[in-house]
């Protein structure tokens, strides 16, 4: 397990630069072999073999590759949300029809992502999902979720304990993304399981 982010050392800002310097070091085909790994792990997560619904992401730059994972849901029969970016940093959702349906999108002068090209559902889509995969920079042993900053998913968590709705929340992340402290916040909530190439593990009374 890595030690960055313990008590008293880096804040958010300084940790997801060190994470990042990390993830930016990996070669394609480390990106390649750990999209391959993440799916196959996550595939085997009982809250994904009974959802009927997975609101998701698409992968971009150096992240942990979630196409492949994407894709087998869609085979499975699973309906898989994913979102788009609106200008307020909020998210819409539309379903994935597979790659050929996603646009590239350029977000001003951030880093372009790939959303689904067809109708849009509501950012309120998101509380119909069984499980949510939420992108992240690091989890702790709590838990806790590092996220890029944007707000983004803070605001569909919200909207989640809003609709009173209880999906399982799935972080998918490289191993040595699993730290020991992420600097939290008051409204932070923990996420139930975070999945890297090698394992999965769960947070939570059931742990």
Known sequence: MSHIGRPGEPDKRSLRRDLLA???RLTADDLRETSAALAGRALE?????????????????SEPGTLALLDAL??????VLLPVLLPDNDLDWGVYEGEGSLAR???????????PAGERLGP???TTADAVLLPGLAVDTRGMRLGRGGGSYDRVLARLERAGAHP????????SEVVEHVP?????????????PSGVRRFGPET
Not at 74 to 79: D, E, L, P, T, Y
Request: aromatic share 4%.
């Open 124 to 126: 309120d889509a998101v």
């Open 45 to 61: 997560l009982p809250e994904l073999a009974r959802a009927g619904t997975v609101a998701a992401y698409v992968s971009v730059g």
């Open 168 to 175: 399982a929340l799935v972080v998918l992340l490289y191993d």
């Open 74 to 79: 869609r085979a499975r029969g699973v309906r």
């Open 22 to 24: 990390m993830r930016n």
């Open 105 to 115: 999108v350029q977000h001003g002068g951030r880093m372009a992502l790939f959303e």
């Open 184 to 196: 939290g916040e008051p409204h932070d909530r923990p996420v139930h399981a975070v999945v890297t």
